[in-house]
């Protein structure tokens, strides 16, 4: 319960309970603000007041509205200056002559030329004793803060520190669902650039599908049908079919930026009638110059060609790549060619593909490390690895494609115990007819 004792005056208490009234009713936080720096400044009868929003996330203390600085936004340490002591301890802070106390910080008297004399800080606390915030008022128009003026300033703190949490809860969710509303766009846009359509090959099966562990997947998968000039329409019989992997760094919008933009250079590169090896190279460069650092993306090139029955394969870092060998029942793995793409200059050693050849029911086995990596339900140490996924590989070898996609998610979302996996999961799967 609120000191109503600091208000003897009626005119001042009824003053109180109008703003009670009008915190209470509005949500918006700038507007708490002012109204809050207001009701400070004329019950204390100040120059200006300031109040510092608490941000726990960086230990920032951030003013928004205040006396004095117009448009300006002042971020400083929760431990810095008078407001920092404040948050620091708690507790109420009276200083009668600013220029007196070590606390102080003169910089922002010195850019603005406003001379403080007298402050008052005292913090803004919820229910529990958390830090919302830290009001400040400056400069009490005769003589130095009294304690009336303390009573009344945490009278006022204890109101405002309520409707600044709230406010600030408020915002927070409302930022929330606009990020999301933009976070769907994008899955939106991404999902719709995959293909719908897989690419007719003669004597050949395909099938691709990428599952986001996020909103957004830093994978992005492409199954593009080829002729004589170039790219095919999609519904018809295509000879070649050029195929691609990329895993950028990381997850959400951002990763998932540059594996659609290495998706679309392919595609432009394919329509210029570019080889595989210099596609390769003029991507590495583009994503070179446009990556930050510690930024990558891992990709996986292979170029299908049914006259010859070959799968002409470039991986930059994307592995591990295998071909389960019908004849033989077994797989044999297929190198990485290169580093990841986007972090040094590719020579043309690098940028050689491997061709490997495909006889009847080969199957050629691309998947991300999403499936690979997937850890063991109930934080166990192990990963669900290459022999899992051999194991449904070679008892589905014969089953379409798309099911043995299928029975890798189930099984590897089982083994994670979770409705999603942490990293994406990407697979691209290539089969030669029997017959």
Same mark, same amino acid.
């Given at each position: ?18 703003? @009670? ?12 603000? @002012? ?10 009868? @100040? ?23 117009? /448009? ?16 620091? @301890? ?11 106390? $070590?606390?102080? $910080? ?155 933009? /290495? ?7 394919? =329509?210029?009638? #570019? ?59 297929? $190198? ?17 593909? #491997? ?32 022999? =899992? ?31 999603? /996996? ?14």
């Amino acid at each position: 319960m609120q000191d109503l004792g600091a208000f003897q005056d009626p005119q001042a208490l009824r003053k109180l309970l109008e703003l @009670s009234r009008h915190l209470g009713e509005c949500a918006d936080l700038d507007q708490v603000l @002012s109204t809050v720096i207001d009701a400070l400044r004329d019950f204390l009868r @100040s120059d200006r007041a300031t109040v510092f929003v608490h941000d726990p996330r960086d230990g920032m203390l951030v003013t928004r509205v205040a006396h004095g600085l117009g /448009t300006s936004t002042i971020r400083i340490p929760d431990s810095k200056g008078i407001a920092g002591a404040c948050a620091q @301890s708690r507790a109420l802070i009276n200083i009668t002559d600013a220029y007196l106390d $070590d606390r102080f $910080d003169r910089s922002f008297d010195a850019k603005s030329g406003y001379r403080t004399r007298t402050i008052l800080a005292v913090p803004l606390l919820d229910d529990e004793g958390g830090l919302v915030g830290v009001a400040q008022v400056l400069n009490r128009a005769e003589g130095t803060f009294t304690e009336h003026d303390e009573l009344v300033a945490r009278s006022l703190a204890a109101q405002a520190a309520v409707a600044v949490r709230r406010a600030t809860l408020i915002e927070d969710r409302i930022e929330r669902l606009r990020l999301q509303e933009e976070i769907d766009v994008a899955r939106s846009i991404q999902q719709q650039a995959f293909p719908t359509a897989v690419p007719a090959v003669p004597g050949y099966e395909l099938f691709g599908r990428s599952t986001p562990s996020q909103e957004c997947g830093g994978d992005a998968f492409d199954l593009v049908p080829l002729d004589d000039g170039g790219i095919a329409a999609v519904d018809a019989p295509a000879p070649r079919a050029m195929l691609l992997i990329a895993d950028a760094t990381g997850h959400g919008v951002g990763p998932a930026l540059s594996s659609m933009q /290495t998706r679309g250079m392919m595609r432009l590169a394919l =329509r210029l009638g #570019q080889p595989l090896s210099a596609l390769a190279h003029q991507l590495n460069q583009q994503l070179l110059e446009d990556l930050p650092g510690g930024r990558f993306v891992t990709a996986w090139f292979g170029l299908l060609d049914a006259r010859t029955h070959t799968l002409h394969s470039f991986s930059a870092g994307q592995g591990p790549l295998f071909v389960y060998r019908r004849a033989t029942d077994a797989f044999e793995p297929v $190198d990485t060619d290169a580093p990841p793409m986007g972090i040094m200059d590719f020579d043309a050693a690098m940028c050689a593909t #491997q061709t490997v050849s495909l006889g009847p029911g080969d199957l050629f086995v691309a998947v991300t490390d999403g499936y690979y990596e997937a850890p063991e339900a109930g934080g166990g140490a192990g990963q669900f690895g290459e022999d =899992r996924v051999f194991d449904i590989v070679r008892r589905l070898r014969d089953e379409p494609l798309e099911r043995i996609v299928a029975e890798l998610d189930a099984a590897v979302l089982a083994y994670h115990g979770a409705a999603f /996996t942490p990293d994406d999961r990407t697979a691209i799967l290539v089969r030669r007819a029997v017959g």
